[in-house]
Structure formats: C-alpha cells, structure tokens
C-alpha cells in the first residue's frame, strides 16, 4: 500500500469526519484527482465507503461544483479509463472502476435534469455513453466475497433512471433504454439475485408514472419480454425468463400499490404467467 494512497484515505476519513469540509489551504480539484485516480479501488473502504459518499455529498449535498466541473467531471468519468475500462473483461477487478465510475454520473445526471447545463452534443455523448455501457458490460456479479459490490446492473440501472427524466430524453431515448435493458435482462450468463430486479424496475417505473413512455408502447415492450420463452429450451433461455420474470414481478407489485395504468398491470399479470413455469392458472 503506497504513502500516498495511505495518506489519501486517511484524508477522506478525516473530511468525513468534518462534514466533509476542506481545510484552508486544501484544493477541492485535488481531491478529485485522487478519487478519480482510485475510483475503482479493489478495497471496498476507500472505494465504496470513503470516495463515492465524498462524491455523492460535494455533488448532490453541498452542490461544490459549478456547471463547467460537472461537465468536465462527466467527460472524464464517461472515457475509456473509467466507465469502459477495460469493458468486456469478466472476473477480474476492472469491474469496480466501470461500476464505481457510473455511480458519480447519475448523480451528475440528476443535477442535470434538475438544471440542465448540458448542451445537445453533449447530452447525446452521454445517452450513448450510458446505453453503451449497459450493453456492453458483460461482469455482472454483485456482492463478492473479496472486493465487496460490483453490482453493475444496479448501478447502470440507477444512472438509466435519472438519464429517463432528462428533458432532451425524448420517445427515441425512452425507447433505446428499454432496449438496453432488455438486454440486461436476456443477458445469457448471470440471474441476478442481488434485487437488480428492484433498480431496473425503478427505470420502468420512473417511465410510467410521468408518463415518459406512452402505455401503449410500454405494455408492448412488456409482451415482448415474454418471447423470450419461444424456441428451443437452454440455458440462456432460462436466464431471460427468469431476469424478465422477477422484473416484472417488482414492477407490478409497485404498480398495484399505485392503483392505476390497468392496461400496464394487465400486461404484467400476462406476461409474468408466460414466463412462469410454476403458474397453477393461466390466465
């Protein structure tokens, strides 16, 4: 463990300590450096525990940047050495950079959202950027044994959910999100089991109750998550059925709670019973 990473995660500890206030003579853009420099951490502490609540209370809490640094921030957490760092790979520690990276930028995002200072070209770089990602981001374990949460399911869901309420985020955008998350979910290799169902459903259901994507086109999408079954039974077939089955499972228990769009609850209930196995009734 070098001096300076030493050093580095005793000062996080102590800024944490002092609400997360820097001292005279200290430069925020330093700090920065060093957290996007260790983002990724295989040690869960510095990572999950120390850089990432750092981030979440200087951009979401104390709002310490201005528009210009958030935009820097966002191209830097959306390049080639954080969000697709080393994208594709399985089973290693590259994982944690991809997933930690995605974290900051929802945050990003909903700045955004809340007062946009993104510009068109730049809005897209990001939507592509984020669908990109979730497409192409093949480590999907969760909690591990040895490095903590990976989760990137569930942090792409939760970056995807902000990007939804965006106001540049228009039918073509709501449409390509469900997309990548369809492929999320017939993804061939992983069942999550980690309540990824919870946070991609939190994407569905953001779309729904602000009426982002017409009833008509969502509960399309959600019959079509049941054809996954047709064909010859293997294993990527079951991995679908299942993925799709247990997101439609969380997103209707929260529609019903809501008491309304019966049209999306209708297509739930049919399409749940589709994809499973076990149904006593069909309906």
Not at 21 to 30: I, P
Not at 39 to 57: A, M, Q
Request: aromatic share 10%; net charge negative.
């Amino acid at each position: 463990m070098s001096n300076t990473r030493i050093a580095f995660m005793n000062d996080l500890k102590r800024i944490e300590r002092e609400k997360y206030q820097l001292r005279e003579g200290e430069n925020l853009q330093d700090f920065i450096n060093l957290m996007l420099e260790y983002i990724g951490d295989p040690d869960p502490e510095l990572r999950d525990e120390l850089i990432y609540p750092t981030f979440y209370t200087w951009i979401s809490e104390q709002g310490r940047f201005t528009d210009s640094e958030l935009r820097n921030l966002l191209e830097i957490l959306t390049d080639e050495e954080h969000l697709f760092y080393q994208i594709g790979n399985v089973g290693d520690q590259s994982v944690f950079t991809r997933t930690f990276s995605v974290l900051p930028i929802a945050l990003i995002i909903r700045c955004h959202w809340q007062q946009p200072f993104l510009n068109h070209e730049q809005f897209q770089h990001l939507k592509t950027a984020l669908i990109r990602y979730y497409i192409e981001e093949k480590d999907l374990r969760g909690l591990l044994l040895e490095g903590g949460w990976a989760h990137s399911a569930a942090h792409g869901a939760d970056a995807l959910e902000e990007l939804v309420q965006c106001p540049e985020s228009d039918l073509v955008v709501q449409l390509e999100v469900l997309d990548a998350v369809r492929t999320m979910l017939w993804n061939g290799v992983h069942i999550f089991s980690e309540e990824e169902d919870e946070r991609i459903a939190s994407i569905l259901d953001t779309q729904i109750i602000q009426n982002l994507v017409p009833s008509e086109k969502m509960t399309d999408w959600i019959g079509k998550l049941s054809t996954c079954i047709e064909g010859p039974r293997n294993r990527r077939q079951d991995i679908a059925r299942v993925n799709s089955k247990n997101v439609l499972r969380s997103l209707y228990f929260r529609r019903i709670q809501a008491q309304g769009n019966n049209g999306v609850t209708d297509a739930l209930l049919t399409a749940e019973n589709k994809l499973n196995n076990f149904a006593i009734d069909k309906y």
